[in-house]
């Protein structure tokens, strides 16, 4: 498919103004090929650091994952599978593990790509004055990468200079090493059988060195500077606009289907809609209140998609606050929230109900019903507590992000179950978005009641049971929850070297958290997107982001007339 990308442009900056909105300056950059199969994929915000070892958006995640590839990499159905490496073999404790690459990789300008590039991926991802925002993905688990970032006693994302010999010390100490060209060891902690699959993550994306010396701190901007490895090599970038990339020929496992992919930027709503009605974008990331429109329009209701993320919004109760440190109140604010409801009708179908912590497709998730939306059930729990009505209870603050203008009626609507059901009439604390996450920081100050959430970063139990619930794990700690039976359950499974072996561990675990429940799980934020039906070969997933089948259907997407 070939388009005329100044006319689509053209289109968006002329309904830009009907709309009234700010009409942007258009850049230099490259352009499209001359022919071949082209996809336009919409983005609404342009990503702040498309640099591997700083990346934690999706929107800049989305563009690492087609210009690289990790060591390994997801397949179709989010199993873990050999990438740049063609094998890997842990040691007999589990404390190290050795990857092959494969012989004769390239990037896509033909140089080799060696083991030494991964071993700098590692490296840079720990380096104190890189502090990206998933540090904490190999800071816990590779040998000496601590340390190394613990140089940096200013925090995250904020760059130091340290003490040079210590600074070289840390680094010659870190537990990585390049053998030879084509073999890369890795030392851990401790015992972590999960590695494979963080070594698919961003992290691991071997950018080149001497181009990211040669084009300092924003190197990443510039198009020359980003030759990857992955299916697609990026080719222009477009601030705010647009960025491109062209078929990789060098790719190991073959050519892609699409010959350029250009990724979108168009902010508001509204125009990216008529964008994707016209035909000058593929796929549209749907607003939550843009779903009825889309529903009522037959042709567009049978573009739409809807399924669920790999995420888990829960009930975030500080257990170290009154009244939730007696279980009968949590059980009672856990039935008296009607998913199905708030779902379909509150959210206009942008989440989907769920009962477990762990997601759905995860190995180790669990399939029940427990605190299913029961009014009678939430009134006698709460007759149960040691409180035993809801005048005795102590004043609940509940507190949620005022900068999103839908949040408001949402929350108003959720306190009002509590308020008809329980009779129970909590105060609602609008909070701006930037000081609700620095009282999350504060285990002093941490909220009393709020909604939280927790995303995915590689589709493991461990990421989900092991690194959020654990007695030492920061987010248990800052709200008081501690389970000794629960963390020997988590490092069984985290500890054990077969893969089928581990689930029962991981099951037994989430079965122990719903049960303790120190945050009900409420509901997963659905992907929501518009696609064209001249759009094929692509699987959905629930790591998608910003389009559909965006991390496993790069070679295999395809777009006819």
Not at 118 to 129: K, L, M
Not at 191 to 197: C, K, M, Q, V
Not at 445 to 451: H, K, T
Request: glycine share 8%; aromatic share 12%; proline share 6%.
């Amino acid at each position: 498919m070939v388009r005329n990308r100044s006319g689509i442009w053209a289109k968006l900056v002329a309904l830009m103004v009907v709309l009234g909105l700010m009409v942007p300056v258009v850049a230099t950059g490259v352009s499209a090929q001359d022919g071949g199969k082209t996809i336009r994929l919409h983005q609404a915000l342009y990503p702040e650091a498309a640099d591997p070892q700083i990346a934690s958006a999706s929107n800049e995640i989305d563009i690492l994952s087609y210009n690289y590839e990790g060591l390994t990499r997801l397949d179709e159905n989010l199993a873990t599978v050999p990438g740049a490496a063609e094998s890997w073999t842990f040691n007999d404790d589990l404390t190290s593990i050795t990857f092959k690459l494969r012989a004769g990789l390239t990037y896509s300008d033909g140089s080799p790509l060696t083991a030494e590039r991964f071993r700098y991926a590692v490296e840079r991802t720990c380096d104190p004055n890189v502090a990206g925002g998933y540090q904490y993905v190999l800071g816990d688990v590779v040998a000496g990468c601590g340390e190394l970032a613990g140089l940096n006693s200013a925090g995250e994302g904020t760059p130091v200079t340290v003490d040079e010999a210590a600074y070289e010390a840390a680094k010659d100490n870190l537990g990585v090493r390049a053998v030879d060209d084509l073999t890369l060891e890795i030392d851990f902690v401790e015992p972590a059988p999960y590695f494979p699959t963080i070594a698919s993550l961003w992290v691991f994306f071997p950018a080149k060195q001497e181009l990211i010396e040669e084009g300092g701190p924003d190197w990443w901007k510039d198009p020359t500077k980003q030759i990857g490895n992955g299916p697609f090599q990026l080719t222009g970038i477009e601030q705010d606009q647009l960025v491109t990339f062209q078929a990789n020929e060098s790719y190991w496992a073959g050519r892609a289907k699409i010959d350029t992919v250009e990724i979108v930027y168009v902010t508001d709503s509204a125009t990216a809609l008529e964008a994707y009605r016209s035909g000058d974008l593929d796929t549209f990331q749907v607003d939550p209140s843009q779903i009825p429109e889309i529903q009522a329009d037959p042709e567009l209701a049978d573009q739409l998609l809807q399924y669920a993320g790999a995420n888990t919004f829960y009930l975030n109760y500080n257990l170290k606050l009154p009244p939730f440190e007696d279980k009968k109140v949590r059980e009672a604010f856990a039935y008296a929230f009607d998913r199905e409801t708030y779902c379909s009708v509150i959210r206009n179908g942008d989440c989907v109900p769920v009962y477990s912590w762990v997601a759905e497709g995860v190995p180790g998730a669990i399939q029940t019903d427990l605190y299913a939306f029961d009014p009678e059930a939430a009134k006698q729990a709460l007759a149960e507590s040691t409180y035993g009505s809801a005048e005795a209870l102590p004043e609940i603050r509940f507190f949620y992000n005022s900068d999103d203008s839908a949040a408001q009626p949402r929350i108003e609507w959720i306190a009002g179950q509590w308020r008809d059901i329980l009779g129970v009439e909590v105060i609602l604390e609008p909070t701006e978005g930037q000081t609700l996450v620095g009282l999350r920081r504060d285990p002093d100050q941490y909220p009393q009641l709020s909604i939280y959430n927790w995303f995915q970063d590689y589709p493991d139990a461990q990421n989900w049971l092991s690194v959020y619930w654990t007695c030492n794990a920061t987010f248990a700690d800052r709200v008081g929850y501690c389970n000794e039976e629960f963390d020997r359950l988590t490092e069984q499974g985290d500890t054990e070297a077969d893969p089928e072996a581990r689930i029962p561990f991981y099951e037994q675990a989430g079965q122990l958290l719903l049960e303790d429940l120190p945050g009900p799980p409420l509901y997963s934020a659905a992907n929501v997107f518009l696609i064209k039906p001249t759009v094929t070969g692509y699987t959905t997933t629930s790591v998608d982001a910003s389009w559909p089948g965006e991390r496993v259907s790069a070679l295999t997407m395809d777009i006819t007339e």
